[in-house]
Every structure is written in structure tokens, then in C-alpha cells.
């Protein structure tokens, strides 16, 4: 079994309870797995009275890591920059995420996973997909922050030449009449290449097109083209998929590696995620003070609950503990209590899960006192 990297879609949806999340330093040694696993059962024991409640006792949730572990050892590869690791385990689920920044090392048990730490650096909707195009290799990528991987394309042309075989293209001239100032005579002035060039490279690009649309379909994520330059306005003519962007990577993607193509995508990613924010919090400030918007916690909990949260703002900083006890009721603590969620993360979770956005703030861009803001659908 591989262990992938989790996207916030799972990590969101509902599992068996318990779910564990532990968060520790990744000062892991060269062959030092077992050690880690040593670390990761100590800190499991340290959160043993959070089981209470649940149908798993601490001995249990350690059996199940250690059955999950030796995937982990197999498929271990490195993780440059990596300063973090979390562990998020139920019964029916396993994943780990590496992270750029230290975490301090805790274990949250409760009835969903502790996401939090990760929002402040890993944005929620930062899945996307590359198309390598140039005349010889058609390659389509996944990939997020942390990197990209390949993705199979049924029945597309792997080359230019390879989609032209047995076609016929008539050659056309780009023509227009001028008159010499000499003679005054008209004329036909022939000029440019040869149009049949732009045509074969349209017919390749739709062929393209169409493998990439079935590939890709009832996907939302952005679509960045990395080619040179003269082919992307071409490209465009023959695309269908409704999220392809106008920026693109500039250049021949066969000299580049995975990791360079990958560094600028993300570049361009980043960009449009930051713009996006931008956007949803304008829409926030033009409806403050209405009925659109709350930061009122108990509301936002319940209007989450409801599907009704179309974007969510939390601060970088600070927990907030209790209970949604029903749809319509959140009980609020003044610090954790046994059977308690954290709050804001549950806020969280109940607006991806239900196909909101979640965006982490700097606390002074909150209203005055405000633990979370949030945009309602209606």
C-alpha cells in the first residue's frame, strides 16, 4: 500500500471515530524509522485519557500505526525543506503530510482530525494540474505545494508527427492585393509561412484536447500550459477544459525537470490563490454587517453545519473548545473539556466538507474581538 499525502477533501470527510492527529518534529535519521515510530507511540501514550468516550483504547490506536508503518518505511522518499510531519489515523483511514514548518508536538483525539496547523501553509485548494506541450511529448501533471506527479492520458498523440500519420493538408498562402508605388499595378504579395503549419498544429491540439477533457472531467482545479510562447495562442483555440489559465510556464518543457516545472508552476499558482483570497475577503468587506456575513462562532459552527458557509476566515493563532450538540446548538468552553472539539477547526472542516473555502488571516484583519468571519451562501 502506498501512503500519499492526503488532499483537505479526505482528511475532511467522515471517518470512524476516533480520529488521531499527531503532530511532531521531522528530525528523522538516515534509517531512523523505527526511531520514529518509537516517538510517535510515546506521544500516542501521553493523550491516553483523550480515548475515553471512544470505542479504541491507546494500546489499539498503536497496533494500527504500527500495522500503517512499514508502507510508510517502503515508500519513504525525501522530503527536502521538511521541518514537520503529521500523522492523521481511524480505523479506515491513514495518511501523512510533511511540513515546512516545525510543529509542536501534540496528539488531538476527537470526532474529526485537527487540520488547523496545516491551513496557515498548505492553502485548501492548492491541488492544480500542468500540460507539458511541445511538438514531441505531451506529458499531464497533478500536483499541489508539494510537488507534481504524472497523470495517464487515454488515447492521446504522444508527438506531433505521431497524430499527423496517414493526414493530407492542402498548403494555403496568406495572401493580400497592394499596389506598387512605382507602377501602380496590383498584385498578390505572398508572405509568412505557410498556413498548413498552424493547421496541423490545431488538429494536434484538439486531439490533444480531447484527452486531456475525458481526463480531467468534473475536475475544478486551474490548468497551466507550459510550451513556447507561439504555441499557447493555439493551444487555446483547441481547449475545452473551463479552468485552462492565461499564464503559463515560458519555455520548452523537455528541458525541465519535474522539480523545475513544478517551482514554476507553482509560482503562478501561488499568485492566483493570493488573488483569490483577495477577492472572497472584498466580498466579505462589501457585505460586512449584514445578514451575508457573522463572526459570531456559535452561528458560523451551525451555518457550517448546514452547508451554508461559502468562505471562512480564521486567524493564524488561538483554539477556541466545545460542542455542536445538535445543528442548532454549540456550547462554547472556556478551555477543552472530555468529548470537546476544537471549534474553529470544526468550522472548518464542516465548510470543506459541505464545498466551502477556508482562508487563514492575520488576526487584526478580523473584526475587533472576532474569533472567526465567515460568508454565507444566501
Not at 509568412?192 to 477533457?213: C, E, N, T, W
Not at 468552553?333 to 470544526?346: A, I, T
Amino acid at each position: 500500500m502506498e501512503i500519499k499525502e492526503p488532499e483537505y477533501s479526505a482528511l475532511a470527510a467522515s471517518h470512524e471515530q476516533p480520529c488521531i492527529s499527531i503532530f511532531m518534529s521531522d528530525n528523522t535519521p538516515v534509517g531512523g524509522m523505527k526511531q520514529v515510530l518509537t516517538r510517535l507511540k510515546n506521544l500516542l501514550k501521553t493523550a491516553e485519557s483523550s480515548f475515553q468516550g471512544f470505542a479504541m483504547t491507546v494500546g489499539e490506536a498503536e497496533d494500527l500505526l504500527k500495522s500503517h508503518w512499514r508502507s510508510v518505511q517502503d515508500n519513504e522518499p525525501v522530503h527536502p525543506g521538511t521541518e514537520g510531519v503529521a500523522i492523521f489515523m481511524s480505523r479506515n483511514f491513514f495518511g501523512r503530510c510533511h511540513l515546512p514548518v516545525a510543529a509542536i508536538e501534540r496528539v488531538v483525539v476527537g470526532r474529526e482530525f485537527f487540520i488547523r496547523p496545516l491551513l496557515a501553509f498548505v492553502p485548501t485548494n492548492d491541488r492544480f494540474f500542468v500540460l507539458a506541450l511541445s511538438q514531441k511529448h505531451v506529458k499531464l501533471f497533478e500536483g499541489s505545494r508539494r510537488g507534481i506527479r504524472e497523470r495517464t492520458m487515454k488515447e492521446v498523440p504522444e508527438s506531433l508527427r505521431e497524430d499527423l500519420q496517414g493526414l493530407h493538408f492542402e498548403r494555403r498562402y496568406q495572401m493580400h492585393t497592394a499596389s506598387s508605388p512605382a507602377s501602380r499595378q496590383k498584385g498578390a504579395v505572398y508572405h509568412g509561412p505557410s498556413l498548413d503549419s498552424k493547421d496541423r498544429l490545431v488538429h494536434f491540439f484538439r486531439d490533444i484536447d480531447r484527452g486531456v477533457a475525458a481526463s480531467l472531467k468534473g475536475q475544478q482545479a486551474p490548468l497551466v500550459v507550459a510550451s513556447v510562447d507561439y504555441l499557447f495562442p493555439i493551444y487555446k483555440e483547441a481547449n475545452t477544459y473551463p479552468h485552462l489559465l492565461e499564464e503559463m510556464v515560458t519555455g520548452n518543457p523537455d528541458l525541465l525537470s519535474p522539480y523545475a516545472l513544478h517551482a514554476a508552476s507553482w509560482r503562478i499558482i501561488e499568485k492566483q490563490l493570493s488573488e483569490t483570497r483577495a477577492r472572497a475577503f472584498a466580498v466579505y468587506q462589501a457585505h460586512a454587517n449584514s445578514s451575508r456575513t457573522s463572526s459570531n462562532l456559535r452561528k458560523v459552527v451551525t451555518a457550517a453545519e448546514r452547508g451554508l458557509v461559502r468562505f471562512l476566515f480564521l486567524p493564524s493563532e488561538g483554539e477556541q473548545w466545545g460542542l455542536l450538540a445538535d445543528p442548532e446548538t454549540v456550547h462554547v468552553h472556556s478551555g477543552y473539556e472530555p468529548g470537546d472539539d476544537e471549534l474553529l477547526n470544526l468550522a472548518a472542516i464542516l465548510t470543506i466538507r459541505r464545498g466551502g473555502h477556508v482562508y487563514v488571516v492575520p488576526p487584526n484583519e478580523l473584526p475587533e474581538g472576532a474569533e472567526v468571519t465567515a460568508v454565507f451562501r444566501f
